[in-house]
């Protein structure tokens, strides 16, 4: 049932019928066919090291079993294809890491600007505001002259 599930694309309901097979099968009875049906779903789904596993038991319990064999040569090919996958992920966090570090650093050296340089606040008038909008004069104009 398992197989036909898988055959159909029905991943999540072949899974649970092959590992609920595994889990039932009777001691004396090899399980080869439910480790191999196992493989190939967990193959289909994507996890291949899960899936190297139950091929490489299915070859213990039938050493002549071609599409194990074939399949773990293909799965075996593939994972080590991702190594490089790794190192590269790798390299890329270093490099995150050290950006970050500069930047920290660079924080760390920068001194705070002097009090002395910034000109000093202004403070709000609001009499002189007052008096500019009845007269009409620009505030501005107010602060440069000393109006009586």
């Given at each position: 049932?398992?197989?036909?599930?898988?055959?159909?694309?029905?991943?999540?309901?072949?899974?649970?019928?092959?590992r609920r097979?595994?889990?039932?099968?009777?001691?004396?009875?090899?399980?080869?066919?439910?480790?191999?049906?196992?493989?190939?779903?967990?193959?289909?789904?994507?996890?291949?090291?899960?899936?190297?596993?139950?091929?490489?038991?299915?070859?213990?319990?039938?050493?002549?079993?071609?599409g194990a064999?074939?399949?773990?040569?293909?799965?075996?090919?593939?994972?080590?294809?991702?190594?490089?996958?790794?190192?590269?992920?790798?390299?890329?966090?270093?490099?995150?890491?050290?950006?970050?570090?500069?930047?920290?650093s660079s924080?760390?050296?920068?001194?705070?600007?002097?009090?002395?340089?910034?000109?000093?606040?202004?403070?709000?008038?609001?009499?002189?505001?007052?008096?500019?909008?009845?007269?009409?004069?620009?505030?501005?104009?107010?602060?440069?002259?000393?109006?009586?």
């Open positions: 049932m398992a197989r036909l599930l898988l055959t159909l694309q029905y991943l999540d309901d072949a899974l649970f019928l092959a097979s595994l889990e039932l099968q009777a001691p004396d009875r090899s399980a080869w066919q439910q480790h191999f049906t196992l493989g190939e779903i967990l193959k289909a789904y994507g996890h291949h090291q899960e899936a190297v596993l139950h091929f490489k038991h299915t070859l213990e319990l039938r050493p002549d079993h071609t064999q074939e399949a773990l040569v293909e799965l075996e090919t593939l994972l080590a294809g991702t190594g490089l996958h790794i190192c590269t992920l790798l390299i890329i966090i270093f490099l995150v890491l050290g950006v970050l570090l500069v930047m920290l924080l760390e050296n920068e001194e705070p600007p002097d009090l002395a340089s910034r000109p000093p606040p202004r403070h709000f008038s609001r009499a002189l505001a007052m008096r500019s909008l009845k007269l009409g004069i620009s505030p501005r104009a107010l602060r440069s002259k000393r109006l009586p």
